[in-house]
């Protein structure tokens, strides 16, 4: 991987190529609220907030990551947060700006990008027969059983980890699948529920497992098609996902989803990335194409400022874009698999004259 020299400051953005048409202009000139499905750089505010608060609890001079051949500490990532924090206003009048007061190295021209949403399952919060499937909470240190024992064996039934109960099994999959939603109570209330833990043992992939069975086919693996496959064949429920070991609990909160740094997701900003590549509180810009939606729509462009703030199964520079909650949410995020290019950005007044050099970038 190698840094990508600082662009001159490009003009302001024009949005109105069609969906999925190609574009040749530097992918600066393209970055606008518009293209990240936010409504202005202004509703970041919170996200790049709740990351400096997480960046205040970490040792200014300490190495945070290596960005291209740049090695930054986190008061340098805290540096970042605070100008981007500082432009908003001014960036929703003139994005162009980014280019001026920060440099992008490139992680990866190559990256892959996923998706992940909010769902909703139906689910009460005391036992009922329609509501048969059981969300239990982490069962504390120790060994803990696998998703067989736990599903279909019955090592946690009745031992007080309950905190619901679902009507669908394959809801709860997918709701450990994307790792926090909501339950829809059978009041018409709601309570979130968010990520608890996990039983340590390994994941693996179920959409993998069904290519492999030769029960569908690599190009139409996805969430839904998984889904689909679970409600034609009940039968083979249990064989498949016990190839999962994995397991995921969960804990009721006030709040949600909550990522993996311990603040709620917003959505088309924050991801879940590997933390020992990209850490909580990066700034990342991201170029990539999103499905078009409604299904059979052209592809979109998406081009975006992402702020790191939870984890998963993510390695290495795969970054999983949170999309929110919804019909349109679930299903970006069932479809979404793409190659991305990703850069780091950091603030110009960051950087040590060697790294400025190092880089390329002009004072």
């Known amino acids: 991987m190698t840094a990508a020299p600082a662009a001159p400051a490009p003009a302001a953005p024009d949005t109105s190529a069609p969906p999925g048409a190609a574009d040749a202009r530097p992918w600066q000139a ?216 994995s397991y995921i609990f969960f804990r009721l909160a006030e709040k949600g989803p909550i990522g993996g740094m311990g603040v709620v997701l917003t959505p088309f900003v924050s991801a879940a990335t590997d933390p020992s590549v990209l850490p909580y509180g990066t700034v990342m810009a991201v170029d990539a194409m999103l499905p078009g939606f409604p299904e059979g729509s052209p592809p979109e462009r998406f081009t975006g400022l992402l702020l790191a703030q939870d984890t998963g199964c993510m390695q290495g520079h795969h970054v999983d874009l949170f999309c929110g909650a919804g019909h349109k949410a679930a299903y970006l995020a069932g479809k979404m698999k793409d190659t991305a290019a990703i850069r780091v950005l950091v603030a110009r007044e960051a950087l040590t004259p060697g790294q400025a050099a190092a880089i390329g970038a002009a004072p």
């Open 30 to 245: 393209r970055i606008s609220p518009a293209t990240q499905n936010i409504d202005s750089y202004e509703s970041m505010r919170p996200a790049i907030r709740a990351s400096l608060n997480h960046l205040a609890g970490k040792p200014a001079e300490d190495t945070a990551m290596l960005a291209g051949n740049v090695a930054l500490t986190y008061g340098q990532l805290r540096t970042t947060l605070e100008r981007l924090d500082s432009l908003l206003p001014e960036l929703d009048r003139n994005p162009s700006r980014l280019a001026e007061h920060f440099v992008w190295i490139t992680a990866d021209a190559d990256a892959l990008l996923t998706g992940y949403f909010e769902p909703w399952v139906e689910a009460s919060l005391t036992p009922h027969p329609n509501y048969p499937h059981p969300l239990y909470r982490s069962p504390g240190k120790g060994r803990k059983p696998s998703r067989a024992a736990i599903d279909f064996e019955g090592a946690l039934k009745g031992k007080g980890y309950e905190i619901a109960w679902a009507k669908s099994l394959i809801d709860v999959f997918f709701l450990q699948v994307q790792g926090s939603g909501r339950l829809l109570l059978p009041d018409g209330s709601t309570k979130n529920v968010v990520y608890g833990g996990s039983n340590g043992h390994k994941y693996v992939a179920v959409g993998r497992v069904l290519v492999e069975r030769g029960d569908i086919t690599e190009e139409e693996k996805s969430m839904q098609r998984i889904r689909r496959f679970f409600e034609e064949h009940p039968d083979k429920v249990r064989e498949v996902l016990s190839k999962n070991p």
